[in-house]
């Protein structure tokens, strides 16, 4: 990019273009609608656990070839449960990210057990093995692994790792439900995995989750903690029900976003301002936010990198197009909360210089489009 004016950016480049029919989301099908009708004319939208509930976690186990499920009121609380299934106790530590969604590091603290933050990999969004091993202590209970933005995180080495420590993989696919890593779907390599339904996922019912397990120890953990006399995070019958038609269409949605990813960042490959994800072979990934990472210029400097991130982001949004900062990460988290395994630079860099765009123009015909008002605003700004 090119260094940051104080001027206001150009009227027609913000106003020539809107593209908000493009974010739509969720999307609007007779299907859907159909099964809000069947839940209300059988009166089970009124129960507490119905028929729709049930098929959910049948559908669910199969997807994922695993026995045991639990819904849940959110993708957030998925987590705590799962923690708590895992067997983390108070004082108990977790390892995680440090760049991660802030609820995981909060789900983590909420128990009384304390966050141990290691850093990503240079150029991605995945946690790294190495700083996991780094970060392994004699009080390490478990181990969150966050699949993010169409990343893959390195989880074979790591569930290898922890099964030779004893200590559980959470598997956090909220964002990618029905990505797969050499064939296997992800949310299977780990003990746990959790999914979550809210407002903008792939999967969306406003809110809910799930937590799926492959041991009945966990699962009647997760049971213990979630019934109080009745289940104290319950999904309903009529969220159930508007999930079974999307559960049914997941891969081949997940294919057409895959593709309109692909060009989007063949795209955006040729703009030396924008990196993009490096996409192995061997990983079929699913997009929720499709992110890129800003290159500052050699002489820029980082107050003016940060001004024209900011106008950036103003430019494309006041097209209407959907793009906002990614998360901004544990790097400076107080060690009162948590430990710290380095420094963590790579989050820290990357934290500061990540865009998301949501994924709903992935299923647009404004692909291109978009990709070049992209570019062509980075240039400027």
Known sequence: ??????????????????????????????????????????????????????????????????????LCSSGTIAVEIALKAAGVKVGDEVILSAYDFPGNFRCIESIGAIPVLADIMPGTWSISYDSVVEAYGSKTKAIIVSHLHGDIAPIELISAFAKNKEIKIIEDICQCPGATFNSMKLGTFGDIATLSFGGSKLLTAGRGGAIVMKSEADFQRSKIYSDRGNDAFPLSELQASILLPQFDQLNAVNELRFKAAKLMMERFSHCGQINTLKISAKSQPAFFKLPIFLSPSNDQHVN??????????????????????????????????????????????????????????????????????????????
């Open 1 to 70: 990019m090119k260094p940051h004016s104080t001027s206001e950016p150009d009227s027609e480049m913000n106003h020539k273009a809107d593209y908000s029919e493009f974010f739509r989301w969720p999307l609007q099908k007779p299907e859907y609608l159909q099964a809000l009708i069947k839940a209300y004319e059988s009166g089970d939208w009124g129960r507490y656990h119905g028929q729709n509930c049930q098929t959910l976690v049948e559908v669910i186990s199969r997807y994922f070839e695993r026995s045991f499920v639990r």
């Open 304 to 381: 003016d990198f940060n001004n024209s991130k900011e106008q950036l982001i103003r430019v494309l949004q006041a097209k209407k197009i959907k793009i906002d900062h990614g998360f901004p990460g544990f790097a400076n988290r107080s060690s009162k909360r948590c430990r710290k395994v380095s420094d963590l630079r790579e989050t820290a860099r990357l934290a500061k210089s990540t865009l998301i765009l949501h994924h709903p123009c992935l299923l647009s015909n404004a692909v291109e489009t978009i990709a070049d008002e992209i570019i062509d605003a980075s240039k400027q700004v």
